[in-house]
C-alpha cells in the first residue's frame, strides 16, 4: 500500500506561482514512478507531468511545458510541482500519483497509476 498526501494548493492571480507537494508512504519511495494530473469539472482527469523512479527523466503535457518543473526528493518522500505563470486555465484539483510497476518511465496514462492522493485544489483568478 502507498499513501500519499498532497499539500500547496489555493488561490493564486493570473500569473502568480504556487508549489505544490505530496508526501508518500508505505512503500520504498525509490521504487515507483510519481505523477501529477489536475481534473476540472465536468471534464476528464488529466496528465501534467510526470517523473522516472530514479529522478533521470520526466515528462509534461504539451499545456504547461516551460511553466511547470515535477521533481522528486526521494530522501524526503516527496514529489513535487512547481507551477509558475499559472492562468485560469490550470485551475483544477490536481492529484499525485503513483506507478508501482518498478519500470523506468514516465507513464502519462491515469489508468497505470495505482495510487492516487486525495487531491488540492488550485484556482487562479483573472
Do not use: H
Not at 519511495?29 to 488529466?46: C, H, I, L, V
Not at 507531468?49 to 527523466?57: E, F
Not at 526521494?74 to 509558475?84: E, F, H, P, R, S
Amino acid at each position: 500500500q502507498v499513501q500519499l498526501v498532497e499539500s500547496g494548493g489555493g488561490l493564486v492571480q493570473a500569473g502568480g506561482s504556487l508549489r505544490l507537494s505530496c508526501a508518500a508512504s508505505g512503500r520504498t519511495f525509490t521504487s515507483y514512478a510519481m505523477g501529477w494530473f489536475r481534473q476540472a469539472p465536468g471534464k476528464a482527469r488529466e496528465f501534467v507531468a510526470t517523473i522516472s523512479r530514479n529522478v533521470v527523466d520526466t515528462n509534461y503535457a504539451d499545456s504547461v511545458k516551460g511553466r511547470f518543473t515535477i521533481s522528486r526528493d526521494n530522501a524526503k518522500n516527496t514529489v513535487y510541482l512547481q507551477m509558475n505563470s499559472l492562468t485560469p486555465e490550470d485551475t483544477s484539483v490536481y492529484y499525485c500519483a503513483a506507478e508501482i510497476s518498478g519500470g523506468w518511465g514516465t507513464p502519462t496514462i491515469p489508468g497505470v497509476y495505482d495510487y492516487w492522493g486525495q487531491g488540492t485544489q488550485v484556482t487562479v483568478s483573472s
